[in-house]
C-alpha cells in the first residue's frame, strides 16, 4: 500500500542522502502513517483508517464523523 494520509493527504517527499564525501543518493522521507480504527455511530459499524499521525490529531479534533465526511469529500471510499 501506498504510504498516504486518507485524511490530509500526506505522501512522501523525496531528497537525497548525503554521505561523508558528499556523495548523494536517493531517499525518501515516508510520512508516519498508521492504520486506526473508529467507532462510526452514524453507520453504526468500525472504520479502518490509514492516518498520519497529524490525521490522528486532527480526527481528535474535529470528531470522526467530520472526518469522514473529509475523507469521502476528497474521493476516498471508506
Same mark, same amino acid.
Given at each position: 500500500?501506498?504510504?498516504?494520509?486518507?485524511?490530509?493527504?500526506?505522501? $512522501?517527499?523525496?531528497?537525497?542522502?548525503?554521505?561523508?564525501?558528499?556523495?548523494?543518493? $536517493?531517499?525518501?522521507?515516508? $510520512?508516519?502513517?498508521?492504520?486506526?480504527?473508529?467507532?462510526?455511530?452514524?453507520?453504526?459499524?468500525?472504520?479502518?483508517?490509514?492516518?498520519?499521525?497529524?490525521?490522528?490529531?486532527?480526527?481528535?479534533?474535529?470528531?470522526?464523523?467530520? @472526518?469522514?465526511?473529509?475523507?469521502? @469529500?476528497?474521493?476516498?471510499?471508506?
Amino acid at each position: 500500500m501506498s504510504a498516504h494520509c486518507m485524511l490530509t493527504g500526506a505522501r $512522501p517527499g523525496f531528497g537525497n542522502r548525503i554521505s561523508h564525501s558528499h556523495r548523494r543518493t $536517493p531517499r525518501r522521507f515516508d $510520512p508516519n502513517i498508521q492504520s486506526k480504527r473508529y467507532w462510526l455511530p452514524s453507520e453504526s459499524r468500525f472504520v479502518r483508517l490509514r492516518l498520519s499521525t497529524k490525521g490522528i490529531r486532527t480526527v481528535d479534533a474535529i470528531g470522526v464523523e467530520a @472526518a469522514v465526511a473529509r475523507i469521502r @469529500a476528497r474521493g476516498v471510499r471508506v
